[in-house]
T-cell receptor
Framework: KAGVTQTPRYLIKTRGQQVTLSCSPISGHRSVSWYQQTPGQGLQFLFEYFSETQRNKGNFPGRFSGRQFSNSRSEMNVSTLELGDSALYLC??????????????????FGPGTRLLVL | ELKVEQNPLFLSMQEGKNYTIYCNYSTTSDRLYWYRQDPGKSLESLFVLLSNGAVKQEGRLMASLDTKARLSTLHITAAVHDLSATYFCAVDISGTASKLTFGTGTRLQVTL
């Protein structure tokens, strides 16, 4: 069973540009969450999508947005990039939010990440 | 606001030794996760703890959860070099298992 995939894996942009990152969840998983990881702030939750609807949102400015498609694939977009947006962006998928079924079904599985460098 | 604290932040230990990583959180939750991250890599799920008193073990790692104390521990038994990584605990209070608040991480270095 294929894991969570993210594209691209590496990206270099300049300040003011925008970027779109893509995430394909594990087959059958309907929830996709996005996280930002930086050395200074650690791992921070960005937002979560389920059935094409944003269900949870973290404390990030409106420049960060996302969406989910009917096949559960998700994209996140960052507009007007700033130097501080340089980070590893991780996508995670889970079967059904809040599901307390057999062991492992409650878990979020993370993709390899997209490393974004803003110059 | 939920705060998740781990200690120690850095741990250097010799092979064969035992040690415990602590994870404290500030808001009631009965859903706690442990992840491992190797340098430059993504997060690998280790344990999911879903109830008070839950204990899970995999190889040399054992995790437990005390929801009353808002404390989880990750115990390492007879450490080996392959366990060198950063370990994160994460708590979910949203009830959706899809919005995790992570601890600061504990960087574990096992020396020969």
């Amino acid at each position: 069973k294929a894991g969570v995939t993210q594209t691209p894996r590496y990206l270099i942009k300049t300040r003011g540009q925008q970027v779109t990152l893509s995430c394909s969840p594990i087959s059958g998983h309907r929830s996709v969450s996005w996280y930002q990881q930086t050395p200074g702030q650690g791992l921070q939750f960005l937002f979560e999508y389920f059935s094409e609807t944003q269900r949870n949102k973290g404390n990030f400015p409106g420049r960060f947005s996302g969406r989910q498609f009917s096949n559960s694939r998700s994209e996140m977009n960052v507009s007007t990039l700033e130097l501080g947006d340089s980070a590893l962006y991780l996508c995670a998928s889970s079967l059904i939010p809040g599901w307390r079924g057999a062991s492992g079904q409650e878990t979020q599985y993370f993709g390899p990440g997209t490393r974004l460098l803003v110059l | 606001e939920l705060k998740v604290e781990q200690n120690p932040l850095f741990l250097s230990m010799q092979e064969g030794k035992n040690y415990t990583i602590y994870c404290n959180y500030s808001t009631t939750s009965d859903r706690l996760y442990w992840y491992r991250q190797d340098p430059g890599k993504s997060l690998e799920s280790l344990f999911v703890l879903l109830s008070n008193g839950a204990v899970k073990q995999e190889g040399r790692l054992m995790a437990s959860l005390d929801t009353k104390a808002r404390l989880s521990t990750l115990h390492i038994t007879a450490a080996v070099h392959d366990l060198s990584a950063t370990y994160f605990c994460a708590v979910d209070i949203s009830g959706t298992a899809s919005k995790l608040t992570f601890g600061t991480g504990t960087r574990l270095q096992v020396t020969l």
